[in-house]
């Protein structure tokens, strides 16, 4: 090659370089954009990246069936780490100013989703919560523009109640993650089981990313409780557990909450895989139509079972399409009165009772289950034995008992 050919060349590739970004940004702007601000690093990382899979099942699937208002939807995602509210807010207004996504999904951090929400609220920007639980969420901080997948923590305080007071006694000690979801799931705990007899004989408050639970065992134990409530998640879940099995709790004391999931449950050994909780989606589901085909299509995806994150991941992606496409529009005003009341599509919802957003509030009411953590069932990675399925409409209370006032723009 001389160097006439040379000099040619390179200009061609250097033309093709700089055109390149130009070409990439014309096709992305022709895309509807929906922002995932999530933990992929920290405590919460599996939870986070899990409903990131889920977002992703959900934009294939909507896509293969023509996108949304005609146009392929994509995912942009953003770290928000597991516990740093500035990181989350900061990632938030570069979503939305930056990379123009018409959603905005997250987080797992219920701290994190609150502080988003604001965001999302100064920005008139259609908000979906997948799996942040605080009750102010869609309580006394709820927006007009902000949806959740997940239950509120009074919730599951309601569903796991009843069972524990009614098998395993009446005195309780907390270990509880030492933010607005921890306090709210705690406080929700104390009144649904104080309504029933039962009463708290102390607790400790723990900092997210806590690895040793020693001293929070060693002083659970020295007010001889009935019930250690663990209400940590996440990787403290793991190391909580995993440390009370050491000590031999289980011999003395029942371990159970409000909430367990199946990431860390993967994560524990046999025998740490015990106590009574509420799940909020389960994958074996015997007769539920279209679960087992949701199972398969994440087995063949991921190689495991699909989780609750899973799930909700799946059903925020899908909220996003099924609000623009009942609207006929992508006016985040429209998408949310679109909402009001919504029922999603059985194989959307994936749970033997109706998923509907209840109106006035913005949450999602759809099924949870309540059961014991198992080393081995029926199948592999069958950790749940379901004893109950709580329609999420009776534990929900009311709209005016959540706290919600709805303001709508004028």
């Not at 990379?99 to 988003?116: H, I, R, T, Y």
């Not at 199946?262 to 015990?274: F, K, N, S, T, V």
Request: with cysteine; aromatic share 8%; proline share 5%.
């Amino acid at each position: 090659m001389d160097r006439r050919t040379l000099i040619k060349t390179g200009a061609t590739l250097a033309v093709a370089q700089f055109a390149s970004p130009f070409v990439t940004r014309a096709r992305a702007d022709d895309m509807v954009k929906l922002g995932l601000d999530n933990p992929l690093t920290g405590t919460y990382a599996v939870n986070g990246k899990n409903e990131m899979i889920g977002c992703q099942m959900a934009i294939d699937e909507i896509n293969a069936k023509g996108g949304i208002l005609g146009r392929q939807a994509t995912l942009v995602v953003e770290d928000s780490t597991s516990g740093d509210a500035g990181q989350a807010v900061q990632k938030a207004r570069k979503l939305i100013d930056s990379d123009k996504v018409d959603f905005l999904l997250g987080n797992v951090n219920s701290a994190l989703a609150l502080a988003m929400a604001q965001v999302a609220n100064e920005k008139g920007v259609l908000h979906i919560v997948p799996g942040g639980h605080t009750d102010a969420i869609t309580g006394s901080s709820c927006h007009w523009n902000v949806f959740r997948v997940c239950n509120a923590t009074q919730m599951e305080a309601n569903a796991i109640a009843g069972p524990l007071v009614k098998d395993y006694g009446k005195k309780y000690y907390y270990i509880t993650p030492d933010y607005s979801f921890g306090h709210t799931l705690e406080s929700g705990m104390v009144k649904a089981i104080a309504g029933l007899g039962g009463e708290r004989v102390g607790g400790d408050l723990t900092p997210l990313g806590t690895v040793d639970f020693s001293s929070y065992l060693i002083k659970a134990q020295a007010t001889n409780p009935d019930v250690i409530v663990f209400l940590v998640q996440g990787d403290d879940m793991l190391n909580a557990l995993k440390q009370a099995v050491q000590f031999g709790l289980q011999n003395k004391v029942h371990l159970a909450g409000a909430q367990q999931e199946m990431e860390p449950l993967e994560g524990l050994p046999p025998e740490a895989r015990i106590g009574t909780w509420v799940f909020e989606w389960y994958w074996n589901q015997p007769g539920v139509p279209h679960v087992a085909e949701f199972v398969e299509a994440t087995k063949k995806r991921t190689g495991r079972v699909p989780t609750a994150r899973t799930w909700f991941g799946y059903v925020s992606a899908w909220t996003c399409a099924l609000a623009a496409e009942k609207a006929k529009s992508l006016k985040a005003v429209d998408m949310a009165k679109a909402l009001q009341d919504f029922q999603l599509p059985p194989e959307i919802a994936l749970g033997p009772n109706p998923a509907v957003y209840r109106a006035g509030q913005n949450q999602l009411l759809a099924s949870l289950f309540v059961g014991n953590a198992q080393a081995a069932g029926s199948a592999p990675d069958d950790f749940v034995k379901v004893s109950s399925v709580v329609d999420g409409a009776k534990v929900a209370g009311t709209v005016e008992e959540s706290g919600c006032t709805m303001t709508w723009p004028t």
